[in-house]
Nanobody, 126 residues
Framework: QVQLVESGGGLVQAGGSLRLSCSVSGTPMNNYRLGWFRQAPGKEREFVAAVTWIEGNTLYADFAKGRFALSRDNAKNMVYLQMNSLKPEDTGVYYC???????????????????WGQGTQVTVSS
């Protein structure tokens, strides 16, 4: 069982930055994939970025490339999402999620992830 707790959301003006944190606890992480998803009102949950716990391989959604940076601190069991140059369309609830180890590439489908945090609200004003 994996427990995930997000923090760091808030209100920011367009062009600003936020750093989201995800605290990970529970079963040894082995090579879980830790991902960030977001969901805007009336829209489907969408993939933002993910990292493999051991190797540190990352995958980003196209909209996140160049603006967002995912990192992890294995010693602290933390995953971070640094978001820069934020746009109003980045507004939504951001979720941290964990996917069990797999020989396959990082999954971008939200329904493939087994564990979820409660989410943290990010609001970008224009």
């Amino acid at each position: 069982q994996v427990q995930l707790v997000e923090s760091g959301g808030g209100l920011v003006q367009a062009g600003g930055s936020l750093r989201l944190s995800c605290s990970v606890s529970g079963t040894p992480m082995n090579n879980y994939r830790l991902g960030w998803f977001r969901q805007a009102p009336g829209k489907e949950r969408e993939f933002v970025a993910a990292v493999t716990w051991i190797e540190g391989n990352t995958l980003y959604a196209d909209f996140a490339k160049g603006r967002f940076a995912l990192s992890r601190d294995n010693a602290k069991n933390m995953v971070y999402l640094q978001m820069n140059s934020l746009k109003p369309e980045d507004t939504g609830v951001y979720y941290c999620a964990a996917d069990r180890p797999s020989p396959f590439p990082i999954d971008t489908m939200w329904n493939r992830y087994d564990y979820w945090g409660q989410g943290t609200q990010v609001t970008v004003s224009s």
